[in-house]
């Protein structure tokens, strides 16, 4: 799921790819911005939220109201303060990154200035971390075979480095399942996590539900081909801008559908549970208004919203919540006790605590219409029996929903799908999918043709989405 650690990714390529071009000279419009970055910063250790938003352009405003931004200030920038050391890391045409220390350590996207002297953009995140911690955190890696210190090579580099938490890691390799654990479940208590241990893992609950339709279509309930609206209520139905959207453009991210609709802001209380509030109503309600601008089926453009709405119309489909097919069709025949949509604590205590971008604790996504697109939590002892099951699938049903996951529905560039599985464009053997959620990163990656596969589940939103792909490479 999209969140501010999304946008953070995105910056930080970009950190990556403009790196070094500070140091040339400025010109009148880059003098001017570094004089606005001067003074936001000023106005944010003043305790002037509004202030900071009369610098902002339209094109920010659109984003955010003053009253959303003052809301965002307060809750999640304020404790920061005061901030100091404003420094210049990169420029280019259209944006300037500043790094600003305070109780944390940010770094600040500035846009340029538009007609009326405003900044088109201002995005404050998290600084990420490249110092490593003094201590050797802990684990149960024994460090006994040549797996155990190819693991730890990756696992222990992204542990060891300030800022990140805990690491749950699951190998299939030449057939038999290894599991890693390092630092902790909780900051502070010195609780290593382990194979049981429940993370938040966002989007890869995507592939759960793409293979949920799956199920459906060989049971000839509908085929990839048939359009939504044979589903959907007759009020929204009717929008022209929904009869060409048939289900494999929900699954495959090609229906032109938005990431996100936009009255899903209006509905956000906490960041930190940005899809809390956002029921069935608010989503039918976006789709009886919304405007086509891409054709269905011929571009690739993530969507949480297409998925979700699949969901909600498999539950249309069989008359039952999507936790019961999901319990029905998957985790039951795949013995997966541990992957659930919703915590219960009476029977869940092993868990871990997310923390967010800015280090501070986040809890266990709670969704309602967007449910289908990212509400599940599992352990890595369940979801390696998940990655095996694309590899062996354990049932006919499955066998034949799984392998029809796999088929490539849209190959475009680097953009090739099958149904929710994303290939690798440099190895189109390996399947994979990444989740994040406001306190968690989690990323499976399995290579079909070598029979190997893992499992990275991390309690912090740093670059956990990485280690995977890391992994799977070396092995």
């Known amino acids: 799921m999209p969140t501010i650690n999304r946008v953070y990714l995105i910056i930080k390529t970009a950190f990556v790819l403009l790196f070094g071009l500070a140091g040339c000279k400025q010109t009148g419009s880059e003098q001017k911005i570094d004089a606005i970055a001067k003074l936001t910063i000023r106005y944010m250790n003043d305790n002037k939220p509004d202030s900071v938003y009369f610098l902002l352009g339209e094109t920010f405003r659109k984003q955010l109201t003053a009253t959303k931004w003052t809301s965002i200030y307060n809750e999640q920038l304020s404790y920061l303060l005061p901030l100091k050391n404003l420094t210049l890391i990169s420029r280019n045409d259209s944006v300037s990154i500043y790094k600003v220390d305070g109780k944390q350590p940010l770094q600040i996207m500035f846009g340029n200035l538009d007609k009326h002297g405003k900044l088109n953009i201002f995005f404050p995140l998290p600084f990420t971390e490249t110092e490593k911690k003094t201590f050797k955190v802990s684990t149960d890696n024994k460090l006994i075979n040549h797996l155990d210190s190819t693991v730890d090579q990756v696992l222990s580099a992204y542990i060891q480095t300030k800022g990140n938490v805990g690491i749950s890691a699951a190998v299939v390799y030449k057939g038999n399942s290894y599991f890693y654990n390092y630092g902790e479940r909780k900051v502070g208590t010195k609780s290593l996590p382990d194979n049981h ?247 499976v990656c399995i290579d079909l043709s070598k029979q190997i596969a893992v499992v990275v589940l991390t309690n912090n939103t740093s670059t956990g989405y990485t280690v995977a792909k890391d992994l799977i490479k070396i092995l």
């Open 197 to 443: 241990t429940l993370y938040d893992i966002g989007s890869i609950t995507k592939t759960f539900t793409s293979t949920l339709l799956a199920i459906a279509i060989n049971q000839q309930k509908l085929t990839l081909e048939t359009p939504i609206i044979k589903f959907l209520p007759d009020s929204v139905a009717k929008n022209p801008a929904l009869q060409k959207i048939i289900f494999k453009e929900l699954a495959n991210h090609t229906s032109g559908l938005p990431r996100n609709p936009d009255n899903l802001q209006a509905t956000v209380i906490d960041d930190n549970q940005r899809y809390e509030n956002y029921g069935i109503k608010e989503m039918f309600s976006f789709l009886k208004r919304y405007k086509q601008t891409t054709e269905p089926g011929t571009k690739y453009n993530y969507s949480n919203l297409a998925v979700g709405l699949m969901g909600l119309l498999l539950e249309r489909v069989y008359h039952k919540p999507y936790k019961e097919l999901l319990r029905q069709y998957i985790t039951l025949p795949l013995n997966m006790d541990e992957t659930i949509c919703a915590i219960d604590t009476t029977k869940f205590s092993n868990l871990a605590q997310g923390y967010n971008g800015f280090y501070k604790p986040a809890s266990f996504y709670r969704l309602q219409a967007f449910e289908a697109a990212g509400a599940i939590k599992s352990s890595t002892f369940d979801l390696i029996s998940y990655a095996k099951a694309q590899i062996s699938p354990p049932t006919p049903t499955l066998d034949k929903a799984i392998k029809l996951t796999h088929q490539i529905t849209f190959n475009k560039e680097a953009d090739i799908f099958g149904l929710g599985w994303q290939y690798l464009p440099e190895n189109k053997n390996v399947i994979t999918h990444a989740g994040g959620t406001a306190g968690y990163y989690s990323s």
